[in-house]
């Protein structure tokens, strides 16, 4: 069975910086993409980062780009989520995503597996 658990999510300050974790177990997705997404309440989920299954390849949305950066570590089945620079407008759930495809894409049609969720609240 298939898992994918985030963590490292919590209540920071704007300005503050946090590194969210996604540990995926069942399956290797060393050559699979990983994306993260975001959900406020009353809101779409919208795409935040996503990585090639090398990691050669990153993506951005607009909003995030220049303060979060996304990596791999392929040896550990995991991927990270670098948020600098935070912002009370980056307060969401943050989920993590694995596609069944080499390359990352913007939307969530895309990703076959999902985890459950950190919660990120940015203070003003």
């Known amino acids: 069975q298939v898992q994918l658990v985030e963590s490292g999510g919590g209540l920071v300050q704007a300005g503050d910086s946090l590194r969210l974790s996604c540990a995926a177990s069942?399956?290797?997705?060393?050559?699979?993409?990983m994306g993260w997404f975001r959900q406020a309440p009353g809101k779409e989920r919208e795409f935040v980062a996503a990585?090639?299954?090398?990691?050669?390849?990153?993506y951005y949305a607009d909003s995030v780009k220049g303060r979060f950066t996304i990596s791999r570590d392929n040896a550990k089945n995991t991927a990270y989520l670098q948020m600098n620079s935070l912002k009370p407008e980056d307060t969401s759930v943050y989920y993590c995503?694995?596609?069944?495809?080499?390359?990352?894409?913007?939307?969530?049609?895309?990703?076959?597996?999902w985890g459950q969720g950190t919660q990120v609240t940015v203070s003003s």
């Open positions: 069942g399956r290797t997705f060393s050559r699979n993409a």
């Open positions: 990585t090639s299954g090398s990691g050669a390849d990153t």
């Open positions: 995503a694995a596609s069944t495809h080499s390359y990352g894409d913007y939307v969530p049609s895309w990703y076959a597996y």
